[in-house]
């Protein structure tokens, strides 16, 4: 039926480049719950668009996508990034991307895990550098800190504003992480921060490429977990993300809590998961 699957995931797994899954879990979100919703609309959303990208000029009618479905999710933490972990293994051992809907930030962490040493970009408004909160190691609130400590060699996060006082000290003194506020992308330029980021990644030719939708300003995607004013603007993320999808091996959306707008931030979770296939797929036809 259509909404069921992700529009235009037309071919089956093993035909498939791109394989989509969803990821229903909020079990730790700390402000708003609702994102384990945000597969079902982003798939729902994904219908509202042309195949054709024409920036891009390409046809998403002719790339191969799967979408597999969601996962099942658990009550406990722990069980659930073990079924997305087995999720995202199966994609990347049969040599497919994957591409996860959240649900929550915890979430990342199996997918990251899955595809190996990589090198890490994140768009966020949170630092998400705590090693634990509320009880939980692997809280939504500190998924950056474990793929940072356990699964990374290189990370940048772009859209920061807003962390504690011992994360950002956290950050001023690894030498392993790029950060980059909103105010920064405001003031230097998204092409400026792209180009520093370029450089501090040179040799790494994979990366795994993750989107809190809260790094978006709220005004433009007011459903979210936990929104966060004077943020990073969709275009300046589509550019992060057309940028590099060349060298992306995982991408991920995360989240979005569809129940405090209607429809915005899914439709653009959307519209992003669409533009990072276009990308990734022209580059693959280079």
């Known amino acids: 039926m259509k909404g069921n699957l992700f529009a235009d995931a037309c071919s089956s797994f093993e035909d498939a480049a791109f394989v989509l899954f969803g990821a229903p879990f909020d079990g730790t979100s700390s402000y708003r719950t609702g994102s384990r919703w945000a ?25 191969p996508v799967h979408d597999m479905g969601d996962c099942e999710a658990h009550s406990s933490l722990e069980e659930t990034l073990g079924v997305v972990f087995d999720a995202a293994s199966a994609i990347v051992r049969a040599g497919k991307i994957p591409i996860m809907m959240g ?22 408004a949170h630092h998400d550098l705590r090693q634990e909160y509320g009880g939980q190691k692997y809280n939504h609130a500190c998924v950056s800190r474990h793929v940072i400590e356990d699964l990374v060699d290189r990370y940048v996060s772009i859209g920061i504003r807003s962390g504690t006082r011992e994360e950002y ?37 994979r990366i795994y490429m993750s989107l809190d939708m809260d790094a978006i300003d709220p ?3 007011p459903g979210l977990g936990t929104p966060e004013p004077f943020g990073m603007t969709p275009r300046d993320v589509r550019t992060v993300i057309r940028r590099f999808a060349p060298k992306t091996v995982g991408f991920d959306v995360v989240e979005i809590s569809p129940e405090y707008d209607h429809g915005t931030a899914a439709l653009l979770g959307a519209k992003l998961i669409r533009d990072f296939i276009a990308a990734k797929w022209k580059s693959m036809q280079a």
Request: net charge negative.
């Open 39 to 63: 597969p079902m609309e982003m798939r729902k959303a994904s219908y509202n668009f042309e195949t054709y990208n024409a920036d891009l000029d390409v046809d998403l009618a002719d790339v």
């Open 103 to 124: 649900g929550e930030h915890s979430l990342t962490y199996p997918c990251v895990k899955a595809c190996g040493r990589v090198g890490f970009v994140v768009m966020d």
């Open 169 to 205: 000290e956290y950050v001023r003194q690894n030498k392993n992480i790029r950060s980059y506020s909103a105010s920064d992308v405001d003031s230097m330029g998204i092409g400026a921060i792209l180009k520093e980021v370029e450089a501090y990644l040179d040799g790494c030719d």
């Open 219 to 221: 005004a433009y995607a």
